[in-house]
C-alpha cells in the first residue's frame, strides 16, 4: 500500500528500527515523520521511503489535523501513538 500524509509507519532501519511515526509530509522519495517524543513535530525525521513500511491508515483527529495542517502538539502524537501501539500490535510484549 502507497505511504501517504498522515499515515502511521513504521521504521526498518536505522536507530529508530521498529518505531511508529505519523507521516507528516511526503517529499517524493522521502518522508517527514514525528513521533512526538524522539521526533518532535518541530524538528521531523526526514526518512527514505525504503526505510518504512506502512503501518495503518488510523481514523483519529491527530490524523484530521495533519490532512487539514491544523496545529498538532507532540502530547498528541505520543498519545495517539500509544493508543494505536496497544490495540493494532496484541503481538508486542510489554
Not at 59 to 65: G, I, L, M, P, Y
Request: glycine share 6%.
Amino acid at each position: 500500500m502507497d505511504i501517504v500524509r498522515s499515515d502511521i509507519v513504521k521504521s526498518t532501519a536505522g536507530r529508530d528500527k521498529g518505531k511508529f511515526f505519523f507521516v507528516l509530509e511526503e517529499e517524493e522519495e522521502f518522508l517527514l515523520l514525528a513521533d512526538g517524543k524522539t521526533r518532535k513535530i518541530e524538528s521531523p525525521k526526514r526518512k527514505k521511503r525504503k526505510h518504512a513500511v506502512f503501518a495503518a491508515r488510523y481514523d483519529c483527529r491527530v490524523a484530521e489535523k495533519i490532512r487539514s495542517d491544523e496545529k498538532i502538539t507532540n502530547s498528541e502524537l505520543r498519545k495517539t501513538l500509544a493508543a494505536f501501539g496497544e490495540e493494532g500490535n496484541p503481538d508486542q510484549e510489554g
